[in-house]
């Protein structure tokens, strides 16, 4: 939970709060859809998007074509949704997460560190 904290508090501070509503060309994808409110998406700014709907596509990495991740999504609402497993990342090192209700499924979250250097070029 602090981990998800400290990403909500980084994206917050990407930009000043705006009290009127952003015009963004972006727009968020559905995963990281499932997990902000309509009030919330309307002051995010583009590079704030970005950085979000990274966050939920990019985040990770795996075999998305293997057999023990495809039967993970399907039984997920054929979605992964990579805040489940986010209190597993670590500050500078990135971490293969190990499912053990899905053996096989091998996820390897980029550090903390490196999602701060993606967010910095998304917010250019």
Known sequence: MRRI???????ASLTVFQT?????SEKL??????????????????????AINFYYSSSYITDTS???????VSEHDG??????IELHR??????????????GLV???????ELLA???KLSQ
């Open 107 to 113: 996820i390897e979250l980029l550090s903390h560190d």
């Open 118 to 120: 993606e967010y910095q």
């Open 90 to 103: 670590k500050q500078s090192q990135r971490v293969k997460y190990r499912s053990e209700l899905y053996p």
């Open 5 to 11: 904290t400290f990403f909500i508090a980084f994206i």
């Open 20 to 24: 009127t509503q952003a015009q963004t």
């Open 29 to 50: 994808n559905k995963i990281a859809a499932l997990h902000y409110s309509q009030d919330e998406v309307k002051v995010l700014t583009d590079s704030e998007i970005k």
């Open 66 to 72: 293997s057999p023990v991740f495809q039967k993970y």
């Open 79 to 84: 979605i992964f949704d990579v805040s489940t």
